[in-house]
């Protein structure tokens, strides 16, 4: 299983954001995908979730109305477009997901929001 973020940056607040993962080693439409993120200080939290489908989305609270999750099977990526980007989005994203009970990480990919 391999996991690989991408799209961090250094952004001013209120500016717009896309992430990418993709994904490799496992059947990629059989399982939902989740972004975590971690910021330094803080344990780190769930920021969105998609069903292997597609149809079924879960979101943080804290992101709710801002961030969407998205996910394309032919290409085994997963997306998180985060707009009205607030200095307290800062930390470190995470792609995941859970194959029979273990949790698989990617090493992740920074984002910075500060004027």
């Known amino acids: 299983v391999q996991l690989v973020e991408s799209g961090g940056d250094l952004v001013q607040p209120g500016e717009s954001l896309r992430l990418s993962c993709a994904a490799s080693?496992?059947?990629?439409?059989?399982?939902?995908m989740r972004w975590f993120r971690q910021a330094p200080g803080k344990e780190r939290e769930l920021v969105a979730y998609?069903?292997?489908?597609?149809?079924?989305?879960v979101y943080g609270d804290s992101v709710k109305g801002r961030f969407t999750i998205s996910r394309d099977n032919d290409k085994a990526t997963v997306a998180l477009q985060m707009s009205s980007l607030k200095p307290e989005d800062t930390a470190v994203y995470y792609c995941?997901?859970?194959?029979?009970?273990?949790?698989?990480w990617g090493l992740g990919t920074q984002v910075t929001v500060s004027s």
């Open positions: 998609i069903s292997n489908t597609g149809r079924g989305t």
């Open positions: 995941n997901t859970l194959i029979a009970d273990k949790n698989y």
């Open positions: 080693g496992f059947d990629f439409n059989a399982v939902g």
